[in-house]
């Protein structure tokens, strides 16, 4: 049997959770002060410690001064509120979660059931890195590159813990990937893992998508409709696209994250928010900020845990492994077994990416339904563009991934009149050449490069969106901002 530590100095709330921890078949101990906790350690180390953070004798902090005192223990604080410096106490700590007091039965179980120990978390990562020695893959992730292995170094550390993540990077990155990676090292593994486009939803269902709604509570609501954060009760809500979220959604979402509880649309009772929140933007967070597309206490609130995941062109060396992983999904699907000659992948490893990984993978699939053989070599792979520069202070930066437009662009349209009074000139010394000098921001480089990709295909949205490796939903939106923006000067 289990056995738990409960360190509270208020005696009425300590027996009222011994009582309650008891009926779930564990073990109970209660402490009242930091002494008699480690009166308590020393007699029966606990497998699970709930530490109230304010004791009469000390912090609660203080009881971690020895690591070696409960090394082997899961610890779940006790606070008054689940606020942003509580987060960052407990990252420090390697917290499994919170308790907010007064604590809530329902939140108690929660905890309880998610119950495990150290040691068999860490097995689990030892596991994964055991797969990228012998593999080339963490979990999800692959590459072994030192900018993934720096990722893969984060992703081990916050798992295990209740901290909120919020992954960067461009769009074709892998952030999904690197969500799921977190939620199945977690405690919370066995529960679900929903990820949410934001950019894909509209604004007007939006709301009632993540949080439901009550029936009747709008026209067409004929029956209750549960949202995201009940359907992914007990487990992880990965939002991406976050700065897609209207700013009035990101206020109820602020406040969720604070309180730990929301309401549905429609409904006047609040209910409680069991679940791991992940968010992730291929924008630059405080270019969101100043742009007004991501409020500023939301983001401090999201950025407890930043993890930032490199472009495919920053990690080239990456490039067969992932493109031979992706074959021989392809193979095991299809049947038919094809191979890369070295020619072939010498190709990839000296194109740009611009669509990071996502693109990568599109190309694999083609060639291989290209390839007559068995055989796959550089004839239908993308040519090399060495003209096509990026100053190493700006690089290409991200465009929203989000669902592609069913709408098909006109084959060969001139560009919109808003768009063209807009749109600033690009240096463009040759036809196939984009030069950004040093220093100008992503917001800028990412224009140009849409702008010059855009007239170089002479304004065919769908083809200039497939060579940006972005959907054509994304290019609309981006030239849509671009008109409003010459707009307004």
């Known amino acids: 049997m289990n056995h738990v530590l409960i360190v509270d100095d208020d005696v009425d709330s300590a027996a009222t959770l011994r009582e309650l921890v008891a009926l779930e078949n564990f073990s109970v101990a209660t402490a009242h002060t930091l002494r008699d906790a480690r009166r308590q350690i020393a007699m029966q180390p606990p497998d699970l410690v709930l530490l109230d953070l304010q004791l009469p004798d000390g912090s609660g902090l203080d009881l971690f001064s020895d690591p ?8 779940v604080l006790i606070t008054g509120h689940a606020s942003l410096e509580t987060s960052i106490e407990a990252l420090r700590l390697g917290a499994a979660d919170y308790l907010v007091k007064p604590v809530a039965i329902k939140q108690l179980k929660g905890v309880l059931s998610r119950f495990m120990k150290p040691a068999a978390l860490k097995a689990d990562v030892a596991r994964m890195k055991a797969s990228l020695a012998t593999g080339g893959h963490f979990g ?35 952030k999904e990937v690197v969500a799921q990676t977190v939620h199945d090292l977690s405690r919370r593994r066995k529960q679900p893992f929903l990820a949410v ?34 359907r992914a009760n007990g487990g992880t809500l990965f939002l991406d696209e976050i700065t897609e979220m209207p700013q009035e959604l990101q206020v109820k979402l602020l406040r969720v994250l604070e309180t730990g509880r929301f309401m549905r649309v429609g409904s006047t009772q609040s209910l409680e928010a069991d679940v791991r929140v992940i968010a992730a933007t291929n924008r630059q967070p405080e270019q969101a900020v100043a742009q007004g597309k991501l409020r500023e206490d939301l983001l401090y609130r999201l950025n407890v845990f930043p ?18 992983h992706f074959l021989d999904a392809i193979v095991a699907q299809e049947g038919q077994v094809k191979r890369f000659t070295p020619k072939a992948l010498d190709r990839l490893g000296c194109y740009h990416w611009p669509g990071n990984v996502r693109e990568l993978r599109n190309v694999v699939q083609r060639a291989y339904v290209m390839a007559s053989g068995e055989v796959i070599d550089d004839e239908w792979l993308p040519q090399p563009q060495p003209g096509a520069t990026v100053a190493p202070s700006a690089p290409a930066p991200a465009a929203p991934a989000a669902t592609p437009s069913k709408a098909s662009a006109p084959a060969a349209a001139e560009p919109p009149a808003a768009y063209a009074a807009s ?13 950004l000098p040093i220093g100008i921001s992503m917001a800028q480089a990412e224009r140009q490069l849409i702008e010059a990709t855009l007239r170089h295909h002479k304004y065919q949205k769908e083809r200039t969106a497939a060579v940006l490796g972005i959907s ?6 981006r030239l849509k901002e671009y008109a409003a923006e010459g707009g307004e000067e």
């Open 307 to 324: 993890i930032e995941l490199p472009p495919l062109r920053h990690k080239l060396s990456d490039v067969p492994l992932l493109a031979q």
């Open 68 to 75: 070696e005192l409960i090394s082997s223990s899961e610890l």
């Open 423 to 435: 749109a600033p000139a690009a240096s463009a010394p040759g036809a196939d050449t984009l030069t």
């Open 197 to 230: 486009n934001c950019g894909a939803i509209s604004p007007n269902l939006i709301e009632s998508e993540i949080f439901g709604h009550e029936k009747g509570s709008f026209t067409g609501a004929d029956r209750q409709h549960l949202g995201f954060f009940e």
């Open 140 to 174: 999800h992730l692959w590459g072994q590159d030192p900018s993934m292995l720096k990722v893969y170094e984060q992703i081990s550390r916050v798992a295990g813990t209740a901290v909120t993540v919020f992954i960067t990077g461009e769009s074709g990155t892998g």
């Open 472 to 477: 054509l939903k994304t290019l609309y939106n």
